[in-house]
């Protein structure tokens, strides 16, 4: 039983080592975290998922949330965008985002204008 212990707990502490290798840098991190914060407050967008819409603040605890679940393989803003803030891990509808002049698009391309607008410093 002792060897079926320490077993487990050699197993679980490898994927732990091995989740935290596979991290973002603290670079991208960054880029995440201020992508993140400009949805967090966006007050003129709403974010669709499954057919209900959220606020800003609302997206960005959910795809934080989800990023911590399932982002073990996200190196980078782009990647966050591609494989966590897309589409639902559940039902695999796509996310969109409801602009203030009533167009959908898809979340996808909402936040690579956002990234790109951050990063140019607008």
Do not use: W
Request: charged share 25%; aromatic share 6%; proline share 2%.
């Amino acid at each position: 039983m002792n060897r079926l212990r320490r077993a487990c707990c050699l197993g679980l502490l490898a994927a732990a080592v091995g989740h935290a290798a596979s991290a973002p840098s603290a670079a991208e991190q960054t880029r995440i975290d201020r992508l993140l914060d400009a949805v967090s407050k966006n007050a003129s967008a709403r974010f669709i998922r499954n057919g209900n819409d959220y606020s800003g603040a609302d997206a960005a605890v959910f795809l934080r949330r989800k990023l911590q679940a399932f982002g073990g393989d996200v190196k980078t803003a782009e990647d966050f965008i591609d494989q966590i803030a897309t589409k639902s891990s559940t039902s695999g509808r796509l996310y969109t985002v409801r602009l203030a002049d009533g167009r959908e698009i898809p979340s996808a391309v909402f936040l690579k204008s956002e990234l790109s607008r951050i990063e140019a410093g607008r």
